[in-house]
């Protein structure tokens, strides 16, 4: 996770990365790049608090993780009064879908991929049958917080992640920056400038109307 504050005459920006698996109870290996939610969750709580933050931007490389951290965070990002905005660069890999759409704004680069599949053990396929049920449920969790931040219906959502022949050997799909926007999972395409143009612009409209 890299973290790092600039400020300008539209105000101060806070930008966070979150980038390779998200890691949550349990502790993976050291060779694996990892986003740790216990470090992700109190920075953002701070954020929202600080009187020295106008706004925050979420810099997105995801390869997976721990799905109910993943979720946590996206949660919390979404529950957030400050303007917010995300960039999807590279992957976003399961749980980084509803990472992407946790914000105000969601960006992607034209080159970025997103991949949706079903809820499994080591990311976001069912293991024993007792499991079924929490997993159906996690799954229906994403699905709804998904099609809430963003303008991607649930059936449209629900048939790519359990789509087949696309990805080898397993269900679901890949998409691209231009095409998540042209399904509604994205806001727009659009690389850093716009990014942060847009988070900009967010900062100036709650500064001329603190109250709503």
Known sequence: MGSATTRNSHGAIHCLTIVGQVEGHMVLNQNTKTTKYEHVM????????????????????????????????????????????????GGSHSIGVPLAVSAKVSFAVPSASMTIHPVRMNGTMIAAPQTY????RLQERIVKFV?????????????????????AADVGSVLYGEEAVSLGLIDRVGGLSEALECLYGQIDEKKEHPAE
């Open 42 to 89: 109190p920075l953002l709580a701070s954020l929202e608090e600080s009187e020295d933050i106008d706004g925050l931007l979420l810099l997105l490389n995801t390869v997976g993780g721990d799905v109910e951290a993943g979720l946590g965070i996206a949660e919390l990002i979404s529950g957030m009064q400050k303007p917010t905005v995300s960039l999807v660069l």
């Open 133 to 136: 049920n929490y997993f159906d």
């Open 147 to 167: 099609c809430k931040n963003s303008h991607i219906s649930e059936k449209k959502f629900l048939e790519l992640m359990l789509k087949t022949g696309e990805m």
